[in-house]
């Protein structure tokens, strides 16, 4: 778990400001992910990428912006935050596609005001 | 698109006491059943998973089934412990994106009392 991190831990934004969170694994794994964590909707995919430069959207990609210049790094951007992105946010990274065991970040909590 | 149901929302159990969680998938081709605990304030974890060529897997304590005809699988877990308080999310890969992604169950809360 230590492989894959996130930064920051807490963020507090107000709306319409851009934010960018970050994703960084030391695994060397292809395929990275985005969810966001809510009450009641469980672990929902935002941006997913096989690999370096390849990436296509997840469930509610609305209002976010990925990119993945290296393997490693899987930044993912709100361009004018909301409140309704409010939520927690974890990254996570597995070695084949989604038939494989996908390891988690330690998540990102957002509060935008 | 896929979409998975899991039940029921909260469980709660006493020591010792058998837990049963149940998720149903929409995707028919689907063929990857993993289940993850999230601890209190932690990340996620892979505790178990099952492929569509197996009906049942067992790891000690927890045990999963799957029925692909009626597209429902369970978790099941024997001789609970405090310890196995957590969220449970059960997840399903569908065939869209070829098999790229895991669509998520919204998750069900155990508490195991003493």
Not at chain 1, 36 to 42: E, K, S
Not at chain 2, 34 to 59: A, C, F, M, T
Not at chain 2, 76 to 89: C, K, L, N, R, W
Request: net charge neutral; glycine share 8%; proline share 4%.
């Amino acid at each position: 778990d230590a492989g894959i991190t996130q930064s920051p831990r807490y963020k507090i934004t107000e709306t319409g400001r851009q934010v960018t969170l970050m994703c960084h694994q030391t695994w060397s794994h292809s395929y990275m992910f985005w969810y966001r964590q809510d009450l009641g909707h469980g672990l929902r995919l935002i941006y997913y990428s096989a690999a370096a430069d390849i990436t296509d959207k997840g469930e509610v990609p609305d209002g976010y912006v990925v990119s993945r210049s290296k393997t490693e790094n899987f930044p993912l951007t709100l361009e004018s935050a909301t409140r309704s992105q409010t939520s927690v946010y974890f990254c996570a990274s597995s070695e084949l596609a989604g038939r494989d065991t996908q390891y988690f970040g330690p998540g990102t909590r957002l509060t935008v005001l | 698109g896929e979409n998975v149901e899991q039940h029921p929302s909260t469980l709660s159990v006493q020591e010792g006491d058998s837990a049963v969680i149940k998720c149903t998938y929409s995707d028919s081709a689907s063929n990857y059943f993993p289940w993850y605990k999230q601890e209190l304030g932690k990340r996620p974890q892979l505790i178990i998973d099952i492929r569509s060529n197996v009906g049942e897997k067992k790891d000690q304590r927890i045990a999963v089934t799957l029925n692909k005809t009626a597209k429902h699988f369970s978790l099941h877990i024997t001789e609970t412990q405090p310890e196995d308080s957590a969220v449970y999310f059960c997840a399903a890969s569908p065939l869209s994106g070829g098999y790229n992604k895991l669509i998520f169950g919204a998750g069900t809360r155990l508490a195991v009392h003493p």
